[in-house]
């Protein structure tokens, strides 16, 4: 509980604290400075909550000192029982408690969530790390100075002393003043021994508190001039008060809430497990604290006349409907994204551009229309704002069946293992190696004379293609066979994750009772929770990579709360605005000191350090027969690599990406997985493993659509190197598909593997067809349950860069017959 408590209402304020320092030091170039400016701007802005508890402080104080008279003259006439009953009743007739005596630390109390929001700050910011301000030579550790021998924190001491002086002077009780003091000295100990950045923030907190009583005491032996104060109608300014509030919640719902629940939740299986939890109830922190904020700014730190008031409403209303507006039908096209990072750039073309210029002006005007028709506004923000809170637990429930079910293969999930790299010298050895979006025209031109000589014994299919243009209804495919292509699927009508998970269980499970040792590194779109328990064996399956962080550090994954909230205001922004919220995935929360997107150096990491690990750490030791198949997504966004293949999420874009029409990004990453390849074989070859190693290299779907005569992402690199074999790289322009390599290595096994028809390369058909299709989208969300939303069906055969071997064709089951003659082929016999 105290975890739950600490994500919705700590975590939050933790964030917009470390946000604010950030800024603040952009400004100042001095963190010492900075927490200083911090500490001002969080006394300023609870200015008036401080006034009001101090105000309520010093009426229950002069009401317990009018009762403690009256009570302290009955002591001298009644006994104990009449004396008790009397003061009940006064205490009944005044409203009044013993324990409201504690009213007066309330104010204490409104600083406490920010001491604890910031003393998280500051024990994860690496960045004070020997940082030095004025005596203090390291913000992260206790300041020091010698005196006669000994070290001494002064600013605990400074703290100590400001409290003390505050507590004297404002209090007017001598038990008012002992609670001062004890407070003080409790500060004493506790922060005594912490780092000075913390110490210094709450030394500033207690010298603003300090000059504020200054101020009150001065004010009130000067008081302002009598004059004839401001008669607000609180009455008629009720409703529009009350709609100010509504529809600053309901922008806080969207932005914080709706929206990032239904991003995070569209990927659940691209995060943690165990953040999912945390996340979104750090997105409700965000909400609340968020609403708090903008509303005790516009309806309670300023008295404003009427006039103001039905201006902002009006205001607020517009806003509010430009938000709906750009949220549900404006949603603008860039592509799927990744990791938070889009496909396309974020640019406002033309079209875009002359939308804002009709929407702005449209919504002010119905706001005018609309605004006096109070009732109407705040009931229909009301549903407005049921209609978000029951879409977001809508969200938050399949976040917790998600995690529920997956909960239970969490373990075997994350494990590591050494084995996943490991060859066999005495025994056969299968590696199917699919690199996720590689893109068969840009390999290509990519594959100069120098890689192809370390592509010994390869066969270069350069007419290969895919059925799909997305991972989704193409990649289980690629390691089951045609059976599983997603036209397929949709003929049998079966569960899609279900369908997934079988088809890769079927190929594994076939090879580990034929005596194999199966590896795995898996990736979207099965999942452990589908996948193990259809398995024989999950040892070695994994969908985490041990091999993350084997060479970059900058490995760091917070919660993704600056991606999800700046999600959250793009989608309600206007497409002008939007690029400045999203800045090539540098969001509009990314704090400047972290210099980039810590999701895109997360997840662009794994799949670098996995194909390095291919290149510089395969082994030699296994003692059975392996099959390895490896998702690497080094090839898809988020990219961070730059043109000397280093690690550097900041320079990745090529001038060469326009040029083939890629994703900014793509280029770069291409060609450092065709140079880490060539080496992952140079490395078989030192290990003596390249001859006995059956060796598939492929991809999903490719990454452009500018050179294909239907303009999609059906061309892939297809490489094969068959067992022994020698020579420089052949080229095979035969029509093949990816879903046909698993007919190719399923041939090792006796029985061959279920639904998968006979080696494509001893049975390659006369006038061969393949179909390809489009989707509606690459996530479940997407399509159907039990079903793939496809459009754009073709036939192809021979040179697919020839216009005229394309074929549209419908979608129905006998267009769709292929060269795979059967929706259900009973499994193959030998």
């Keep these: 509980m105290g975890e739950y408590l600490y994500y919705l209402f700590i975590y939050p304020l933790q964030q917009v604290l470390s946000f604010g320092l950030d800024q603040l030091y952009t400004l100042t170039h001095n963190y010492g400075l900075s927490i200083i400016a911090l500490s001002l701007l969080v006394n300023l802005f609870l200015l008036k909550l401080f006034l009001y508890t101090d105000q309520k402080a010093k009426e229950e104080n002069e009401l317990k000192a009018m009762l403690d008279t009256r009570i302290k ?169 009350s709609t100010i509030a509504l529809i600053l919640s309901n922008l806080c719902l969207l932005a914080c809430v709706f929206t990032p629940f239904g991003l995070y939740t569209s990927d659940l299986g691209s995060f943690s497990l165990a953040d999912i939890l945390p996340t979104l109830l750090s997105l409700c922190g965000f909400y609340l604290l968020a609403s708090f904020v903008l509303i005790y700014l516009c309806n309670h730190i300023f008295s404003l006349p009427m006039l103001a008031v039905k201006t902002l409403a009006t205001l607020l209303l517009a806003l509010l409907l430009l938000a709906l507006s750009y949220t549900f039908i404006f949603v603008g096209d860039y592509g799927a994204m990744s990791f938070f990072i889009f496909d396309r750039p974020v640019i406002a073309t033309d079209t875009q551009k002359l939308i804002d210029y009709i929407a702005i002006p449209t919504t002010i005007i119905l706001a005018i229309f609309a605004i006096r028709y109070q009732r109407a506004i705040i009931s229909a923000n009301k549903i407005l704002s049921i209609v978000l809170v029951v879409s977001a637990l809508f969200y938050a429930s399949k976040a917790a069946l998600y995690a529920q079910k997956n909960a239970a293969f969490a373990t075997l999930a994350t494990k590591t293992s050494d084995k996943i790299l490991d060859f066999a010298k005495e025994h056969r050895n299968i590696l199917v190696l699919l690199l996720d979006r590689a893109d068969g025209y840009t390999i290509h031109k990519l594959l100069n004379n120098e890689l192809r000589s370390h592509f010994s014994g390869f066969v270069d299919f350069s007419n290969a293609i895919s059925s799909g243009e997305d991972t989704l209804p193409t990649l289980t495919s690629v390691i089951a066979g045609e059976y599983y292509a997603a036209y397929h699927i949709n003929a049998r009508q079966e569960p899609l994750a279900k369908a997934i998970a079988q088809g890769y269980a079927s190929t594994l499970n076939s090879f580990h009772k034929a005596g194999f040792d199966t590896r795995a590194l898996l990736d979207f779109p099965t999942d452990p929770a589908h996948l193990y328990p259809l398995l024989d064996s999950t040892q070695n399956i994994l969908f985490d990579s041990p091999y993350r962080g084997l060479y970059a550090t900058q490995e760091s994954q917070t919660l993704p709360l600056n991606q999800l909230i700046s999600f959250g205001i793009f989608r309600l922004s206007t497409f002008k605005l939007r690029r400045d919220v999203y800045r090539r995935g540098a969001w509009l929360f990314i704090p400047a000191h972290l210099q980039t997107n810590h999701s895109q150096i997360y997840y662009a990491l794994r799949p670098i350090s996995e194909m390095k690990a291919l290149a510089e750490h395969s082994s030699a030791n296994a003692t059975a027969p392996t099959f390895t198949f490896i998702h690497n997504s080094i090839t898809h966004n988020p990219y961070a690599l730059n043109a000397q293949c280093s690690f550097d999420s900041t320079d990745f874009i090529s001038p060469n990406d326009e040029a083939f029409g890629l994703p900014q990004g793509h280029y770069n990453s291409e060609k450092c997985a065709l140079m880490w390849v060539a080496q992952m074989l140079d490395r078989l070859k030192e290990l003596g493993v390249y001859d006995n190693t059956e060796i598939f290299i492929t991809a999903d779907h490719g990454a452009q659509k500018t050179f294909l005569p239907t303009k999609s992402k059906h061309h892939i690199p297809l490489f094969y190197k068959p067992f022994n074999a020698k020579g420089a790289m052949a080229q095979d322009s035969r029509l093949i598909a990816n879903y046909d390599i698993p007919t190719i290595f399923c041939a090792n096994l006796e029985k061959g593997c279920p639904n998968v028809a006979p080696n494509i390369l001893e049975h390659y058909p006369n006038d061969r067809e393949i179909i390809t299709f489009s989707t509606q989208g690459w996530r479940f969300e997407d399509h159907k349950p039990n079903a793939f939303i496809l459009y754009n069906f073709h036939k192809v055969r021979g040179d697919m860069y020839n216009p005229h071997n394309w074929q549209k064709v419908d979608s129905s089951p006998t267009s769709l017959e292929s060269t795979f003659h059967s929706h259900t082929p009973k499994k193959r016999e030998r």
């Design 73 to 241: 003259a009955w002591k001298r006439v009644y006994s104990r029982a009449k004396l008790y009953a009397f003061t009940r009743t006064l205490y009944r007739q005044h409203s009044y408690h013993p324990i409201y005596a504690l009213r007066g630390l309330l104010g204490l109390g409104l600083q406490l969530p920010f001491f604890w929001a910031m003393y998280e700050v500051i024990k994860s910011a690496s960045y004070l790390n020997g940082v030095g301000f004025l005596w203090i030579s390291d913000l992260k550790a206790p300041d020091s100075v010698e005196i006669f021998g000994l070290s001494v924190h002064i600013l605990p001491l400074l703290m100590t002393l400001l409290t003390l002086i505050n507590a004297l002077y404002s209090a007017k009780s001598l038990g008012a003043k002992i609670q001062g003091i004890a407070i003080a000295l409790l500060f004493l100990l506790l922060l005594y021994d912490m780092p000075s950045s913390l110490v210094l923030y709450w030394t500033c907190n207690m010298g603003f508190a300090l000059l504020k009583e200054l101020y009150k005491s001065a004010k009130a032996k000067n008081p302002p001039a009598k004059s004839t104060p401001r008669v607000l109608d609180t009455q008629a300014l009720a409703p529009y008060r």
